[in-house]
């Protein structure tokens, strides 16, 4: 007999440990327990308000008509419209939807906007369609969900694989059914069409501001700490650009082919230039390679998951030497890992709160798109600024007075600041 098999037990350990939506309602229910959270009132909480499924037909270039399967759940307006990204992945499926959408919530929640959550996908593969396939494909679901968009209702923004231009085709289908052009249906538009400065980075920015506070009671200064990035875009790359500015020295960078590493430290702004220029990162002079699996185990001060969900897990969590770890991705950490981290005493800045800038500063360009006038970036950088040390402060805070952990303080800041919002505003009949 073979003892390689692996049995069904531990597949479906491991499936549930994979499980995004799982890894939120864990989470979501140890912080319940702690505000003592009626059963009524948890029902609501832990229930997606609306699940929206649809067909989205495009026609490829080949003259073939192709089907395609989107989503789009919110999974609570009780503080507002929702709000949150849509992203376009062959991964994509309705759990992570799901649990996508609730993080939304709870992110909103955490840095006090007046927003509920949401979340959207398409399955397909954005690599392997033309643009004007992927523009087809971008219209069509918009107007197949547009029933339950809009400015006052749940406004979309980039996620995984969607970006400006993605915005832009958003807001105009949404605009041209509704004969007006409506910028506030949609975030993260270019800046000549509503967006708002800073909202590029903005979410780099947030990353860098929360491991700054972390650092702080750590007592690391940024010149003594290495830093460890997994990812190199939207979010890795300029927060990893941005901890280089602020004189943290970033040992490594990755993307889906491999990781780059230099002990003495990086020149993250060439590093960006040569990826911008190659489309790949492995190839840079002064860097050694290393396969993406390895990258997360190696000697660090400060690990920045910013690539993809469950990065660490029960499988390497053991190797990874990071003191503090600033979740710049979605669901980087698994519920299990999780529970070893908590008694290694390393520091986790979950990312409901440390890649909370990116939709803070959406909230700016919907704010900036209602009033038609639109702010300079020293103003949008230092609101922001405000807002994410102010709710790191409240979340550090929680978890002392819970004893818990950063991520547990942050669901319970999260989840008493929309339980205290229904119970005032009643359940409708
Ligand atoms: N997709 C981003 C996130 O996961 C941004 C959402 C938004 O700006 O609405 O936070």
């Not at 460890?228 to 300029?238: A, K, M």
């Amino acid at each position: 007999m073979s003892t390689t098999t692996t049995s069904p037990a531990i597949s479906q350990e491991l499936a549930d440990e994979f499980n995004p939506f799982l890894a939120m309602a864990k989470r979501f229910e140890i912080a319940a327990d702690h505000l003592d959270l009626d059963a009524g009132i948890r029902d609501v909480l832990r229930t997606p308000a609306r699940e929206l499924q649809v067909a989205v037909p495009v026609l490829m270039d080949d003259k073939t008509t192709r089907v395609y399967t989107g989503y789009r759940v919110q999974h609570n307006f009780v503080l507002g419209p929702c709000k949150g990204g849509i992203r376009f992945s062959p991964d994509v499926n309705l759990d992570e939807v799901r649990a996508l959408a609730a993080w939304m919530t709870w992110k909103c929640s955490v840095v006090g906007l007046p927003f509920g959550g949401g979340k959207g996908g398409v399955i397909c593969d954005p690599r392997e369609m033309s643009p004007g396939e992927l523009e087809r494909l971008t219209r069509r679901y918009t107007a197949n969900i547009m029933d339950i968009l809009g400015p006052d209702r749940d406004v979309p923004a980039p996620d995984v694989n969607t970006n400006e231009q993605t915005m832009a085709w958003i807001m105009d289908t949404y605009s041209m059914h509704m004969r007006s052009t409506q910028t506030a249906v949609v975030t993260g538009k270019p800046l000549t069409l509503g967006g708002s400065l800073g909202r590029r980075e903005a979410t780099g920015r947030g990353v860098m501001l929360s491991a700054r506070e972390a650092l702080k009671r750590l007592g690391l200064r940024p010149e003594d700490t290495k830093v460890v990035v997994q990812g190199s875009g939207n979010v890795g790359g300029i927060g990893a650009m941005l901890m280089h500015r602020e004189g943290y020295t970033i040992t490594s960078l990755s993307d889906m082919y491999g990781a780059i590493y230099n002990e003495k430290g990086l020149d993250v702004p060439a590093v960006l230039e040569y990826l911008a220029e190659n489309k790949r990162l492995t190839g840079f002079p002064d860097a050694e390679e290393v396969p993406n699996d390895k990258q997360l185990e190696l000697q660090c001060d400060v690990l920045v998951p910013a690539a993809v969900e469950n990065a660490i897990t029960s499988q390497n969590v053991d190797r990874i030497k990071a003191k503090l770890i600033v979740e710049g991705a979605n669901g980087p950490t698994t519920y299990s890992a999780d529970k070893i981290l908590d008694e290694r005493g390393v520091m986790v800045v979950p990312d409901i709160l440390a890649n909370a800038g990116g939709v803070t500063v959406s909230y700016f360009e919907w704010v900036q798109d209602r009033m038609g006038y639109f702010w300079t970036e020293e103003i949008v950088n230092s609101r922001l600024e405000q807002i994410m040390v102010k709710a790191f402060d409240e979340v550090d805070e929680v978890a002392r007075k819970y004893e818990s952990s950063l991520r547990i303080g942050a669901y319970i800041h999260a989840i008493d600041r929309v339980a205290t919002v229904y119970r005032l505003r009643g359940t409708f009949a």
